[in-house]
């Protein structure tokens, strides 16, 4: 007589409830000591000794930076704008959403995405809705994210094109139905975490539960 199968082990950690609160919430753990290791006017890199709950000692590089956002712009045809720029760090051309730093002071973020889409694509938009909100990197940088959908758009007024410089000389708009952005993403040809994040958003609310 063989013996019954031992019974699976549970998974470890705590099964969510209804009721639980399903967000990020703010927490700091206490900095001991605090080294500037690089400062610039596009990021700053500091080295923070922490302390843990339980009193152990380590040490984190912070990449400082201003923040960005990004826009998913859909025209009346369900066609999403895309940029086809090159990213030298990582030596590929790669298909973004329009996007920008939070670089200029008190400045919305709406109208910093509203901004950097008239910028880079000659493109303006008349409705505007906050899409999702997200940290690039959260292990090594205090980079923040806020992409928003764009819809009603129109061209640019004439002359207010700006001159274009380094990357940016060589940006081509490319538009482009969501459907084939988003197996684009899920076929892991485009991947950018900006555009991966914003159209897979902009999929998800159409395609929510009610």
């Given at each position: 007589?063989t013996s019954?199968p ?5 998974l470890p ?7 639980d609160?399903l967000a990020?919430t ?8 605090r080294?500037?290791?690089l400062?610039?006017s596009?990021?700053s890199?500091?080295?923070d000794?922490v302390r843990t709950?339980?009193?152990?000692a ?11 956002v990004?826009?998913?712009a859909?025209?009346?045809?369900d066609?999403v704008?895309l940029?086809r720029?090159?990213?030298h ?6 298909l973004?959403?329009p996007?920008?730093?939070l670089?200029?002071?008190g400045e919305?973020p ?7 889409l008239?910028?880079?694509t000659d493109?303006?938009a ?14 090594m ?6 992409i928003f959908a ?8 004439a002359g207010s094109q ?9 940006i081509?708009?490319?538009w482009?139905?969501?459907a084939?952005?988003v197996?684009?993403?899920l076929?892991?040809q485009?991947?950018s ?7 897979l958003?902009v999929?998800?609310?159409?395609h929510r539960?009610?």
């Amino acid at each position: 007589m063989t013996s019954p199968p031992p019974a699976p082990r549970p998974l470890p950690g705590r099964v969510w409830v209804p009721g639980d609160p399903l967000a990020d919430t703010d927490q700091r753990w206490d900095v001991t000591a605090r080294a500037r290791r690089l400062d610039s006017s596009f990021i700053s890199v500091r080295e923070d000794t922490v302390r843990t709950p339980a009193g152990e000692a380590f040490d984190r590089l912070v990449v400082e930076h201003h923040g960005a956002v990004g826009v998913v712009a859909l025209d009346d045809d369900d066609r999403v704008l895309l940029l086809r720029q090159y990213r030298h760090a990582v030596g590929r051309l790669l298909l973004e959403l329009p996007a920008g730093l939070l670089d200029v002071d008190g400045e919305p973020p709406q109208e910093a995405a509203a901004r950097e889409l008239a910028e880079e694509t000659d493109v303006v938009a008349a409705s505007w809705s906050e899409l999702i909100s997200m940290w690039s990197s959260p292990g090594m940088t205090d980079e923040h994210w806020q992409i928003f959908a764009a819809h009603d758009l129109a061209p640019a007024p004439a002359g207010s094109q700006p001159q274009r410089r380094h990357e940016e000389a060589y940006i081509e708009v490319v538009w482009v139905p969501l459907a084939e952005a988003v197996r684009a993403v899920l076929e892991q040809q485009m991947t950018s975490p900006l555009a991966v994040a914003g159209l897979l958003a902009v999929w998800a609310q159409r395609h929510r539960p009610a």
